[in-house]
């Protein structure tokens, strides 16, 4: 027996159930696992930061939204900066550019014959007042869905088509009416007659620049809704579709250091450009008719008995003059302006908020 246990055991009135247990049966205050909660939140913030979700009403994100946007705008105008300056030339029926009209192949020549004449940069002659007038539209149109989807879909559970749809329409109609000015001024300035041409038409009075300018800005909002709408609901839509956990690892990029917390991960160039060119696709399809009946009231201007025809009026003459078919009169060729346009502007907005880290 241990000598220990021989002194304890010598003890009077001690018996060996009383004795002290040894040291390794001592229980132990048991140890916290890394995986349990912490008491504070804090504490483990203070070893990982967390993340935490830039404010949208912030100066901080209103701005790089707004930036990321207007840069989308102008690359989108740059890419078909050249089919703009060809359709300028056929529509002034500039003599040395007639017998190109009306064919594909003869915009194919008309650029060739631009690039031979004046080089690269005549292909991109006026571009950049078009720049100067895109940036604050485009800007305007991105920043203002980025806000009012904020405020129509709070949480991801209220994210729906039809919010989706009335985010992009909302913001479309708040960049035509920001901007709108913009445009009034433009057509001031080529309205008005320099002092030396005397045979020039004065401007028109007050009374019908208030007719016309209303007459526009009306027919302009009306197509912008299903325009700005479908865009932005087909782009979001389309995204969700390719970024399906059956096809994620082929469409998706690793999710960047800076993404904030919540945001889905960025698409691959090839899958974003295909969901801005579907959207534009989309969106153009279903704003045609209304672009068509724009056309129509701007060439048509005033009629016999002097007033001007009104959406409903335009409608019905082209339903009577071509049918159904006369609201889609040219529309193959609006998909090969709109197509690249609509890709490159949601691939660079979409870039630009990446690097952004928003």
């Known amino acids: 027996m241990p000598p220990a246990l021989m002194s304890y055991a010598s003890m009077p009135g001690v018996s060996p159930s009383q004795h002290p247990r040894e040291a390794t049966d001592v229980p132990r205050t048991p140890v916290a696992s890394r995986k349990d909660p912490p008491v504070c939140p804090t504490d483990d913030e203070a070893r990982i930061p967390r993340k935490v979700a830039k404010d949208k009403r912030s100066f901080d994100y209103l701005w790089r939204s707004g930036v990321a946007g207007g840069m989308a705008g102008c690359a989108a105008k740059t890419i078909v900066a050249p089919l703009d300056r060809v359709k300028i030339l056929f529509q002034s029926h500039n003599p040395q550019f007639v017998k190109y009209t009306g064919s594909w192949y003869g915009v194919k020549e008309a650029i060739k014959q631009i690039y031979h004449q004046d080089g690269p940069l005549g292909l991109y002659r006026g571009h950049s007042a078009t720049l100067l007038r895109i940036f604050p539209y485009a800007a305007i149109k991105f920043l203002a869905y980025e806000q009012i989807r904020a405020v129509i879909i709070p949480r991801r559970e209220h994210e729906t088509p039809f919010r989706r749809l009335i985010s992009g329409s909302l913001a479309g109609v708040t960049s035509v009416f920001f901007t709108y000015p913009l445009e009034v001024i433009r057509r001031r300035h080529q309205l008005v007659a320099p002092p030396h041409l ?30 700005a709408g479908m865009s932005f609901l087909t782009h979001d839509t389309a995204g969700d579709v390719l970024r399906h956990p059956a096809i994620a690892k082929y469409t998706t990029l690793p999710r960047p250091e800076n993404s904030p917390p919540g945001k889905p991960a960025p698409l691959r160039a090839w899958a974003e450009l295909f969901a801005g060119g579907v959207a534009g696709l989309v969106s153009q399809t279903a704003s045609y008719p209304l672009e068509v009946i724009r056309r129509r009231m701007q060439v048509g201007g005033a009629v016999g008995d002097g007033h001007r025809m009104r959406i409903g009026e335009t409608a019905k003459m082209i339903m009577r003059e071509r049918g159904f078919r006369g609201f889609f009169v040219g529309l193959t060729i609006g998909y090969a302006k709109v197509m690249p346009m609509a890709a490159a502007s949601f691939y660079t907005y979409e870039r630009f908020k990446m690097w952004f880290g928003i």
């Not at 045979?199 to 007719?211: I, K, S």
């Not at 009306?218 to 197509?223: A, F, I």
Request: glycine fraction near 6%; aromatic fraction near 6%; proline fraction near 17%.
């Open 198 to 227: 005397s045979l020039r038409p004065r401007p028109p009075g007050p009374e019908l620049w208030t007719d016309q300018l209303l007459s526009r800005l009306l027919s302009n909002l009306l197509g912008m809704l299903p325009y």
